[in-house]
């Protein structure tokens, strides 16, 4: 798998943590090992409408995508839902959150149960074209992916302390500097 970050300013060992839960996650999501050594995930770091967006790269195959660009934007998780300013910690905690959702929606696409058409996203041969963020949290991918969120990110917390260890990190993204 190849694995790029496009991001400016930021720590290395939050670029470390993108690089490991993108390895972590899609080994855990996609099973086969010859599918995941022939995709390409680029991750921007960068101002973006929604917190983040998994899609297709600019000449991916659409009936058989191999390769994808994933948004997070950081500048959005720097302020919480009620108005409070992130620790860099609990940053670095949002970005690797929002990361692993869109990853589920990469795993989605690589496995044939999402596909992007023109008029919509296509989810088990049924068109979903939600209009409304509220009619978007109702479809099954979205359903899907934040229902596994949170799951990669506690699992991914738990092999974080064995990466950090090898790598002779001096902290963890749980700890406070």
């Known amino acids: 798998m190849e694995i790029k970050i496009h991001a400016r300013k930021i720590d290395s060992k939050l670029r470390v943590a993108l690089y490991a839960m ?10 086969s090992e010859r599918l995941r050594n022939n995709v390409s995930i680029n991750i921007h770091l960068k101002h973006h409408e929604e917190d983040g967006e998994a899609m297709l790269g600019e000449y991916a195959n659409r009936y058989r ?30 970005i690797l959150r929002i990361l692993a959702h869109e990853l589920v929606h990469v795993k989605q696409y690589l496995m044939g149960e999402l596909t992007w058409r023109d008029k919509g996203m296509l989810w088990g041969g049924e068109l979903f074209a939600p209009e409304y963020l509220t009619e978007q949290l109702k479809t099954p991918y979205e359903i899907e992916a934040y229902g596994r969120e949170k799951g990669l990110l506690v699992s991914f917390f738990i092999k974080w302390k064995e990466i950090e260890e090898e790598l002779g990190l001096t902290y963890s993204l749980d700890e406070e500097k």
């Open 22 to 31: 993108t390895s972590f996650a899609m080994a855990d999501l996609i099973p």
């Open 65 to 94: 995508p191999r390769d994808f660009k994933v948004i997070v934007d950081h500048h959005r998780a720097e302020i919480d839902d009620y108005g409070r300013t992130r620790t860099e910690t609990e940053l670095g905690h949002t």
